[in-house]
Nanobody
Framework: VQLVESGGGLVKAGGSLRLSCAASGGSFSDDVMGWFRKAPGKEREFVSAISWSTWYADSVKGRFTISRDKAKNTVYLQMNSLKPEDTAVYYC???????????????WGQGTQVTVSS
């Protein structure tokens, strides 16, 4: 099983990016998939997740949108109105062992860097 993120980059505050997470070696169409991020000097934190519903951290609610394409086995994170504090490495994850917002997931991607300049 492999999760591969893409779409990160450098953007100015107020800009947008769309992250993708392509899964291979297994189908996660009915599983919870999530996005987490880790900023320098901070703990990894929950950003968003999707399954029969969607969940968002308060810090991104109204700005980020998670979606999935089951046929492509891909999950997306549309990030709008980006702020410098959104700067982090963003990770895709699949199948939580505990609550959805916990970072205890079975599968993880390698991460993609998002940098938001002021």
């Amino acid at each position: 099983v492999q999760l591969v993120e893409s779409g990160g980059g450098l953007v100015k505050a107020g800009g947008s990016l769309r992250l993708s997470c392509a899964a291979s070696g297994g189908s996660f169409s009915d599983d919870v998939m999530g996005w987490f991020r880790k900023a320098p000097g901070k703990e990894r934190e929950f950003v968003s997740a999707i399954s029969w519903s969607t969940w968002y951290a308060d810090s991104v609610k109204g700005r980020f949108t998670i979606s999935r394409d089951k046929a492509k086995n891909t999950v997306y994170l549309q990030m709008n109105s980006l702020k410098p504090e959104d700067t982090a490495v963003y990770y895709c994850a699949a199948i939580p062992r505990e609550v959805i917002t916990s970072s205890n997931y079975v599968y993880w991607g390698q991460g993609t860097q998002v940098t938001v300049s002021s």
